[in-house]
Nanobody, 121 residues
Framework: VQLQASGGGLVQAGGSLRLSCAAS????????MGWFRQAPGKEREFVAA????????NYAVSVKGRFTISRDNAKNTLYLQMNSLKPDDTAVYYC???????????????WGQGTQVTVSS
């Protein structure tokens, strides 16, 4: 399974973006999947995760209520709808696949290449 993230860009504070992560291979529907982000000079941090069926989700406190993770297994695609964006959300966003919806990046074995999100104030 390979992952390809897209949808990043430049947006003003308060705006919205939707990230997508296309997974090659039908086996992707067996994986829990997540989004992580890394800002310049900072460590990679957990954003959100979703179970293989889509029935369970997990969010970082900093994005809960603003971001929504979802997936379409028929299209082998993971999404992250980001609303009410803040300058602090500026980072490279990575999608990942693993066996759970853990917040620890070590649980994820497959990673996409990242897409840049920049939020201007």
């Amino acid at each position: 399974v390979q992952l390809q993230a897209s949808g990043g860009g430049l947006v003003q504070a308060g705006g919205s973006l939707r990230l997508s992560c296309a997974a090659s291979g039908r086996a992707s529907s067996r994986y829990g999947m997540g989004w992580f982000r890394q800002a310049p000079g900072k460590e990679r941090e957990f954003v959100a995760a979703i179970s293989s069926s889509g029935g369970s989700t997990n969010y970082a406190v900093s994005v809960k209520g603003r971001f929504t993770i979802s997936r379409d297994n028929a299209k082998n695609t993971l999404y992250l709808q980001m609303n009410s964006l803040k300058p602090d959300d500026t980072a490279v966003y990575y999608c990942a696949a693993g066996g759970s919806i853990a917040t620890d990046a070590a649980w994820y074995t497959l990673w996409g290449q990242g897409t840049q999100v920049t939020v201007s104030s």
